[in-house]
């Protein structure tokens, strides 16, 4: 059977709790998640087992424990699942040796692609390199090499792509073409699952999402769905203030902190009030009148846990609470 | 196989390893020239020269400077994954490695021998032995080497340690243990084919051949399962 006639049918890709440890580190725990046509994007920060994840899915390692479909098929063991799937790998090495030309050459011929030179200058020309360049890829910038790495996995356009960080290098002019081919071959009906440890990336390239942190999934669902959960979670932030005892007693008063801890002021420095809050725009909204109210000048408000590290945190305990 | 093959071989001939297999040639054949020109030379002297300098030294260390480059340098460098993540048979890509490696090694080989044989200026059987038994032993090499290049990390390095002491020494001991060597097998050929008379250990042409079929044929099975198994960064 096709397999773009296939994914119509069922989920491209089904991965079962999934495990996949090297000797004492964890790299994914008990990971589930069913991933249909259409952009996915795959989110966490560095470290978190999305590389892993991605290459249990595309059968490079077998998963320790779990299973792992796609198209129905195991990955690990079925060979010809390649005629169905492309990989952009996160390592930038390519062989030095090649043209850019000669290596998608090769890998369309790997594939069994009819007219494999006419298809590598195609996809070259798609990804906006030189099909005629006679330099070989040593000579080639992360960015060309990225893209180079493209066009190699879609030179058998399979139903199924799966693209490790394949916006790392790129110029942001380069981001935004990539993310808009990325989208037409959703819309045309691949199954692309692309990773990448920056929230607006992942926004850009669709709707989807799964959150990987910490080995585990955090999070799946619509982008905007996400978004929320990362908005709504509990937030901590710091006010420096020279009436810091003043200001927490208002701002517990006013009902917009859930937890503050306060640090006196100095002769050399002002106070500070370390506030928890579940409802931030609330406060930031509330904090400029309520501390007119107390005679307190405000020096800073700054967020304390707004990188995406906190934000993935919040994520996994939440979701294993 | 042909698209495997043409990415392999691209990568292996490197002008580092050409260079480095060149000057020990060289080396080989001023062995030869030595011999030669010494005043009580013989043709047994001529058999030790080729034996000692062609079949235990270069003719392993050419087969392992270049097979276990063709698929451990992909592995070293990460880019295996570009040949492995293809429908392709992964006893194809072992066929590649081992065809890329003796497109570069054999003519290596087969230069240096033939000139080392005919200055040593035997006869025309000794010339043919010699470059029959160096042909059989790099294949028998290579195919061994791909796999363990693909599987040990430093391959080059131990593959160095394993020559010298096992096909150099071991071999050389003249016990029962030197047939776990797969020098005495080439070397045995060639003494067949030059008319050389046998050592104690030394076997027939056919079961030389048979064993250098058979080590080719495990070296292929192995590097096929090796791939089949990899993790594939």
């Not at chain 2, 033939?114 to 090499?141: E, I, R």
Request: aromatic share 6%; glycine share 8%.
């Amino acid at each position: 059977m096709n397999g773009r006639a296939q994914m119509n049918a069922e989920p491209v890709i089904v991965v079962e709790g999934v495990s996949k440890w090297f000797r004492d580190l964890v790299a994914l725990s008990d990971v589930s998640l069913t991933i249909g046509p259409g952009v996915t994007g795959l989110l966490g920060p560095n470290g978190a087992g999305k590389s892993t994840l991605l290459r249990v899915v595309c059968g490079l390692t077998a998963p320790s424990k779990g299973s792992v479909r796609v198209l129905g098929r195991r990955p690990r063991v079925d060979r010809e699942l390649w005629r169905d799937l492309g990989l952009v790998p996160q390592q930038e090495a390519l062989p030095e040796q090649l043209t850019a030309l000669t290596f998608v050459t090769a890998a369309a011929r790997l594939q069994g692609v009819a007219g494999a030179r006419e298809a590598a200058a195609a996809h070259l020309d798609l990804v906006q390199l030189d099909p005629g360049d006679t330099r070989t890829l040593r000579s080639y910038s992360k960015g060309m090499r990225q893209r180079v790495k493209v066009a190699a996995a879609l030179v058998h356009r399979p139903p199924v792509m799966v693209l490790d960080e394949p916006l790392n290098g790129l110029d942001p002019a380069q981001r935004v073409r990539m993310i808009e081919l990325f989208r037409t071959l959703g819309a045309e009906g691949h199954c692309v699952l692309a990773s990448s440890h920056i929230l607006d990336e992942v926004e850009r390239f669709g709707s989807r999402v799964v959150v990987i942190a910490e080995g585990r999934l955090a999070a799946e669902g619509p982008f905007h769905q996400i978004r929320e959960l990362m908005d709504d979670r509990p937030h901590r932030l710091r006010l420096r203030t020279d009436r810091p005892r003043e200001l927490a007693a208002a701002l517990v008063g006013a009902g917009v902190a859930s937890g503050v801890a306060v640090s006196a002021a100095t002769n050399d420095e002002p106070g500070s009030v370390v506030v928890d809050t579940l409802e931030v725009a609330a406060f930031r909204h509330a904090v400029a009148a309520l501390a007119v109210r107390a005679d307190a000048r405000l020096y800073e408000l700054a967020p304390l846990d707004d990188d995406l590290d906190s934000v993935f945190r919040y994520l996994v305990e939440r979701r294993y609470r | 196989m042909s698209a495997a093959y043409s990415i392999l071989i691209r990568t292996l001939a490197s002008r580092g390893r050409l260079y480095a297999i060149g000057a020990l040639g060289v080396l080989v054949v001023l062995v030869g020239v030595a011999v030669r020109t010494a005043e009580d030379s013989s043709s047994a002297d001529a058999f030790d020269a080729v034996n000692a300098a062609g079949l235990a030294l270069f003719v392993p260390v050419t087969a392992l400077v270049f097979a276990s480059a063709a698929l451990g340098e992909m592995v070293e460098d990460n880019t295996l994954v570009y040949l492995w993540a293809r429908p392709v048979r992964r006893v194809e890509l072992t066929l590649a490695a081992l065809g890329a490696a003796l497109t570069v090694s054999l003519p290596c080989v087969l230069a240096t021998m033939l000139a080392m044989s005919l200055l040593l200026g035997v006869d025309a059987a000794f010339v043919v032995g010699t470059l029959v038994a160096a042909t059989a032993s790099t294949v028998a090499y290579s195919a061994l080497f791909v796999g363990f290049g693909a599987r040990v990390p430093r391959a080059l390095v131990w593959g160095l340690v394993y020559i010298a002491v096992w096909e150099g020494i071991v071999a050389s001991v003249g016990s029962g243990l030197a047939r776990t060597s797969l020098r005495l097998y080439s070397e045995s050929l060639l003494r067949s084919i030059a008319g050389v008379d046998p050592e104690r250990f030394a076997v027939g042409p056919g079961v030389a051949a048979i064993v250098l079929i058979a080590v080719t044929a495990v070296g292929i099975a192995l590097t096929t399962v090796i791939l089949e198994r990899a993790d594939v960064a």
